[in-house]
């Protein structure tokens, strides 16, 4: 019995011995988890053992669905110089030769331009074809066709181009499907389809990386996406695309200043887009609110000198004489503080309210004239169109 007793006694010292060793230099063999010291602040973690974390999925997907609908744009412009007067001297002809009497050279570009209509309508930016007396498009596959001037927006920098009828029938072009603006948020991975430098085709990805972008200088009107995804000359009137191939944007200018991508390149949202492209194919142009001023930011020492505790609304520098706002009764020196009850922040956000009234309503405006308030309706004008 005691020889019985020593020998389960030694097991039991053996195993503990064992245990310990075991507990102290190899934890994980028991499953426990490795203690890494106490914890300074509260972190939520996930569990070290689960799904296996999944890699960036291709955008092969979204690619292959929009590359067949981005286009190049070719144009051709003819510079129409002054004929020279010495021309028909027979003196100037016989030292400068008979190829004098050219009146004008040929310019080319180059950009890009996004299929969104089976009918063989093509969105661009107006700058792509300004001023082009031939325009011809090169499809995905390889065939060129030429091309017609819809019409043009300046203040936004879009213009529509079609195909002709029959050639698009026949050809089933490939239209690229809209996506929305509201599923679209800054972070979302976006790619840029173009034709930068005159390469070929090519594909470069990014994010957005913001909304509503404006005060840039660029267009009249101006609410960009901002992305990093890089947009190099020959991009303009190109696709910016989402993660599911679907339209978000025209690419149409880069910050740079080397002439090639920095990282900071601006689309027109397709929200925009639509809207002006439905309202050129329908009226051949866009149709904007005009009240005739010019208005002028207010800045703190100006908010100061007026008296103002903030620096809101947009100070109305000139009035066009007749026009909507004369004959509303606004003068120079007002402070126009709301348009039809929504609030004016500075000069760029009316410019925009305005210009999203319709002519020949009746809006209301409120406006500080020194140290008082007070309303005016005026009669919405039609903007004119701008000046080339």
Excluded: C
Excluded at 308 to 322: C, F, K, M, N, S
């Amino acid at each position: 019995m005691r020889r019985l007793w020593l020998i389960f006694a030694q097991t039991v010292t053996v195993s503990l011995a064992v245990l310990f060793v075991v507990t102290t230099l190899k934890p994980e063999w028991l499953g426990k988890p490795v203690s890494t010291g106490p914890s300074i602040v509260a972190l939520q973690e996930s569990p070290s053992i689960g799904e296996p974390v999944v890699g960036t999925a291709s955008y092969r997907d979204a690619a292959k669905k929009a590359l067949p609908s981005v286009v190049h744009i070719f144009t051709l412009q003819k510079i129409r110089a002054p004929r020279n007067p010495l021309i028909d001297d027979p003196l100037f002809r016989h030292f400068f030769g008979e190829r004098e009497q050219t009146e004008g050279q040929t310019k080319s570009g180059l950009g890009s331009g996004v299929i969104v209509s089976a009918n063989g309508y093509i969105l661009t930016n107006f700058h792509v074809v300004d001023a082009a007396d031939q325009i011809e498009v090169a499809l995905h596959d390889g065939r060129n066709l030429k091309a017609r001037l819809v019409g043009g927006d300046p203040e936004s920098d879009l213009a529509v181009l079609q195909i002709d009828q029959e050639k698009a029938g026949a050809l089933k072009l490939p239209a690229i499907t809209l996506g929305q603006m509201d599923n679209i948020s800054v972070g979302d991975v976006v790619l840029a389809i173009g034709n930068p430098f005159g390469v070929g085709q090519t594909v470069t990805m990014g994010i957005v990386s913001a909304l509503g972008r404006s005060h840039l200088g660029i267009n009249t009107f101006e609410n960009f996406i901002q992305t990093d995804a890089a947009i190099n000359p020959g991009n303009s009137g190109g696709a910016l695309i989402d993660s599911r191939g679907n339209l978000v944007g025209i690419n149409t200018a880069i910050y740079s200043r080397t002439g090639g991508s920095l990282g900071i390149g601006f689309a027109i949202p397709v929200s925009t887009a639509k809207n002006v492209m439905e309202q050129i194919i329908q009226n051949g142009a866009v149709t904007r609110g005009w009240i005739g001023v010019e208005a002028q930011e207010i800045t703190q020492e100006l908010a100061e000198s007026f008296g103002l505790t903030d620096a809101g609304g947009a100070l109305i520098a000139g009035v066009q004489r007749g026009s909507p706002a004369d004959v509303g009764g606004i003068k120079p020196g007002d402070i126009l503080l709301l348009v039809d009850g929504k609030p004016v922040e500075d000069p760029q956000v009316m410019l925009d309210l305005i210009a999203r009234q319709k002519p020949g309503e009746m809006i209301p405006f409120k406006l500080r004239r020194q140290k008082t308030l007070f309303d005016a309706t005026i009669r919405i004008g039609k903007r004119p169109p701008l000046s080339r």
